[in-house]
T-cell receptor, first 111, second 114 residues
């Protein structure tokens, strides 16, 4: 069964600290993996997209990693800011026509 | 360049009624996707249209339907509304067919069924 599991479900950290969000998937055949940021009540915005052959991809303070062997991905946020408070969603595409969303990690940054 | 637009922003309907949600993709994008996001839950894939045809459908009952017009805009129709249909409905568009293309999301339509 195609599944995407994210952890933790929610996370609270202090402004300026780093954090890492996890995504484990059992999806076949794997096409690509995306991380999205979704502010409350708004549509998701893409942070990174990674294919099978990519191990690391950065977008500013966001760095995503992918281990295709263990089927794990992580999103590392450096020097967090209040505007990073959002839900972070891991999305895996299987083949050409199936897309599976994780349930997201809700991140809160405290001043 | 304008992003994906959706209308209306908010909608309140009564159980049993029907509703139509609208989406205009980014200019040049041919694929449109619909998702449901119930409060506190993850996105659930509803429908995918490309070049006017339904390409894939999520695990939703037939009372969820839609179409894509020649200008690539799309409608999502929900018949016989139920309380659990209350959710944020998101539309996304992509430049090409297939999930290797980046999806750009609209702001969503918040549907409340009472």
């Amino acid at each position: 069964k195609n599944q995407v599991e994210q952890s933790p479900q929610s996370l609270i950290i202090l402004e300026g600290k780093n954090c890492t969000l996890q995504c484990n998937y059992t999806v076949s055949p794997f096409s690509n993996l995306r991380w999205y940021k979704q502010d409350t009540g708004r549509g998701p915005v893409s942070l990174t997209i990674m294919t099978f052959s990519e191990n690391t991809k950065s977008n500013g303070r966001y760095t995503a990693t992918l281990d295709a062997d263990t089927k794990q991905s992580s999103l590392h946020i450096t020097a967090s800011q209040l505007s990073d408070s959002a839900s972070y969603i891991c999305v895996v595409s299987a083949g050409a026509s199936k897309i599976i969303f994780g349930s997201g990690t809700r991140l809160s940054i405290r001043p | 360049e304008a992003g994906v637009t959706q209308s209306p922003t908010h909608l309140i309907k009564t159980r049993g009624q029907q509703v139509t949600l609208r989406c205009s993709p980014i200019s040049g994008h041919t694929s449109v996707y619909w998702y449901q996001q119930a409060l506190g839950l993850g996105l659930q894939f509803l429908l995918w249209y490309d070049e006017g045809e339904e390409r894939n459908r999520g695990n939703f009952p037939p009372r969820f339907s839609g179409r894509q017009f020649p200008n690539y805009s799309s409608e999502l129709n929900v018949n016989a509304l139920e309380l659990e249909d209350s959710a944020l409905y998101l539309c996304a568009s992509s430049l090409g067919q297939g999930l290797t293309y980046e999806q750009y999301f609209g702001p969503g339509t918040r549907l409340t069924v009472t």
